[in-house]
T-cell receptor, first 115, second 113 residues
């Protein structure tokens, strides 16, 4: 079974600085998707970014980018120019063959943004 | 702005009572998921449906939990009888097969006393 590990239960960053959240996963599949979800105190799960395993190019969405290392089974999230609104729980998730299949989540990283 | 809706948003009940949570997926989405979030276990899949047929319910305690899709616009998750260990946030999510993204509802926070 696939597993997702987030080794940093908590992280903090100064406003306007850059922070990187780590995620590793274990799978024997070759075709899959990886996701980062944000969960603010409102508890709504919000998709931040996704990466298709077959794509070598790292995904980018505005201030959010990933470093996808397929051989190392590593999928880190970099947040640039951190804003107060970025404070939330961040979950890394593994999707079998795509986002319309079941997701396996890591335990999450709580990000605090200091003004 | 299409979104997944869930009712109720919060539910407090006594141990032994029946609890029903409802989810309306986004119109046109053919896949519906139920996830449970607790502090100890994190987010875990309970069950999911495609075109209203159950695909995987291995994460669901079979003796007290049941999930159904009476029609394409409604998914239900029922707990009978409820126990304090069922206290959690229950998320519904929906997806369309061609699109690689799940959309989550706001969740139902269940507290069983």
């Amino acid at each position: 079974a696939q597993t997702v590990t987030q080794s940093q239960p908590e992280m903090s960053v100064q406003e306007a600085e850059t922070v990187t959240l780590s995620c590793t996963y274990d799978t024997s599949e070759s075709d899959y998707y990886l996701f980062w979800y944000k969960q603010p105190p409102s508890r709504q799960m919000i998709l931040v970014i996704r990466q298709e395993a077959y794509k070598q190019q790292n995904a980018t969405e505005n201030r959010f980018s990933v470093n996808f290392q397929k051989a190392a089974k590593s999928f880190s999230l970099k947040i640039s120019d951190s804003q107060l609104g970025d404070a939330a729980m961040y979950f890394c998730a593994y999707g079998h063959q795509g986002g319309s299949e079941k997701l396996v989540f890591g335990k999450g990283t709580k990000l605090t943004v200091n003004p | 702005d299409a979104r997944v809706t869930q009712t109720p948003r919060d539910k407090v009940t006594e141990m032994g009572q029946e609890v029903t949570m409802r989810c309306q997926p986004i119109l046109g989405h053919n896949t519906v998921f139920w996830y449970r979030q607790t502090m100890m276990q994190g987010l875990e899949l309970l069950a999911y449906f495609r075109n209203r047929a159950p695909l995987d319910d291995s994460g669901m305690p079979k003796d007290r939990f049941s999930a159904e899709m009476p029609d394409a616009t409604l998914a239900t998750l029922k707990i009978q009888p409820s126990e304090p260990r069922d206290s959690a946030v229950y998320f519904c999510a929906s997806a369309r097969t061609e699109y690689n993204e799940q959309f989550f509802g706001p969740g139902t926070r269940l507290t069983v006393l």
